[in-house]
């Protein structure tokens, strides 16, 4: 494959590099290098303003509803550039998730009612799919909802785990069992849930890192209005697949990876062995070249997609590759990192407000290049289990691109 962007194509480059330029506060930069989850609510709100405000609020979705016509090439370098310059790349769930779902099946009410606060930044979702026995194998999920006796209310009873932000989320797109008497994947239906309604406790998991964007929701005779489902009942698999579909790209985390890389670098620049930057010593710079390289790589394979190149094998088993591939390399640039910092690493902190990440007697021992970077470490030991472990992954390779 021979591949180059058009001179068009790096004009837009150039016009959204300069936007982030001119529009990434310092705060917003912050919390997008220390890789914040969540950000403050705050901030993420008046980011998103920012962005709606130019029109890129939401750039995947269909004009009609305030998204662009951009080609897949063009969103592939405004995240890359979104990334680059520390912008917050947040609210995945409502954005990503839960809109394109509503925009392809929801009703003109739906559409109405969800789609315009949340690209103006002033409401945030969350992702109920997974339970404390339903991960992997996502169709055994228990909740349950029932019509009420008078038909208008659903009565939903059952647990969610690992739901990430939503202690900083007005509502939760749910999967939900309201049919027992059809086949697992028969019986499940996509409900929209406001966070507010009784009945709803969302108590956090502080995971390794220290952060506490991970929650358990239990919801307890909670009453939902029948209007708040999508689609049609015993549907919600089917919906639940479409949006997992949407982002095929997105489980390369290839922004991410590039971003963490140059890093990575940065730190090994600064750090020196006998007066060396560590950058420059054989072993550290063969590690570096390498982890570069499976970078590279990817992102090739990701825009093989992006220009709907023909592919030998099966899309399912090469977004399935995208993933394990993707996720493996988040860990190892992140590991990269702490191994730059050296003993630097051990004292590791929570993130949040710029004085918990940098007390100013610690200011020599902790350069503004090293904030937020060992959390990131411990963090990332998740990337190969969220969005599909990375086992999982591997069988349905196994299965569709070797038939085995
Ligand atoms: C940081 C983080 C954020 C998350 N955010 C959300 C969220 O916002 N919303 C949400 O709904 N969920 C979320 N999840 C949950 C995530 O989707 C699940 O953790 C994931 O699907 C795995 O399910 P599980 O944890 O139940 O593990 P299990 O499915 O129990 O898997 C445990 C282990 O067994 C392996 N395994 C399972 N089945 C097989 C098999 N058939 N063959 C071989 N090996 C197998 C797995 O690979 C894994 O190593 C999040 C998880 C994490 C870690």
Redesign the pocket.
């Known amino acids: 494959m021979n591949f180059e962007f058009s001179p068009e194509d790096e004009a837009f480059r150039q016009e959204v590099r300069q936007f982030f330029r001119d529009n990434v506060s310092p705060e917003v930069a912050h919390y997008g290098f220390v890789g914040a989850h969540p950000p403050p609510r705050e901030v993420l709100r008046q980011w998103q303003k920012t962005l709606h405000a130019r029109g890129w609020g939401a750039p995947h979705w269909p004009t009609e509803f305030g998204g662009t016509d951009w080609s897949p090439l063009r969103k592939h370098i405004f995240l890359e550039e979104l990334l680059n310059a520390n912008g917050l790349d947040y609210g995945w ?1 409502g954005t990503h998730m839960m809109a394109p779902v509503v925009i392809a099946f929801g009703n003109q009410w739906q559409k109405d009612t969800f789609l315009p606060p949340l690209l103006a930044g002033d409401t945030f979702w ?5 339970e404390p026995n ?5 169709a055994s999920l228990k909740t349950r909802a029932e019509l009420d006796e008078s038909g208008s209310h659903y009565i939903v009873n059952g647990q ?6 939503a202690t900083i989320s007005d509502w939760g797109f749910f999967l939900v069992r309201t049919d027992l008497t059809v086949k697992p994947q028969r019986g499940i239906s996509f409900l929209l849930i406001d966070l507010k309604t009784p009945g709803i406790t969302v108590r956090p998991i502080i ?1 390794i890192d220290g952060g506490h964007g ?1 929650t358990e929701v239990f919801l307890e005779n909670v009453r939902v209005p029948k209007e708040n489902l999508v689609g049609e009942p015993g549907m919600g698999w089917s919906y639940a697949k479409y949006l997992l579909e949407k982002e095929r790209t997105a489980s390369a985390f290839i922004y991410f990876n590039k971003r963490e890389l140059q890093k990575a670098k940065s730190i090994a620049r600064a750090e020196t062995v006998n007066g060396v930057p560590l950058l420059e010593t054989p072993a550290f710079a063969r590690r570096v070249a390498e982890i570069e390289a499976d970078i590279l790589a990817l992102e090739w394979s990701v825009l093989r997609i992006l220009t709907k190149e023909e592919l030998r094998d099966s899309l399912d088993a090469v977004v399935s590759t995208l993933k394990v591939r993707g996720s493996e390399l988040q860990q190892r640039v992140t590991e990269l990192q702490v191994d730059a910092m050296g003993p630097r690493a051990l004292r590791f902190f929570t993130h949040g407000t710029l004085q918990d990440c940098a007390p100013s007697e610690w200011d020599d021992l902790w350069p503004d290049h090293l904030l937020g970077r060992t959390n990131m470490y411990f ?1 990332q030991r ?1 990337s190969t ?8 992954q591997k ?1 349905i390779i196994a299965k569709l691109a070797f038939g085995l």
């Open positions: 769930q969350c992702q109920g799919f997974s339903s991960g992997s194998d996502l969610k785990i690992w739901t990430s932000d995971s991970l963090f998740a289990i969220y969005g599909g472990a990375r086992e999982v069988n």
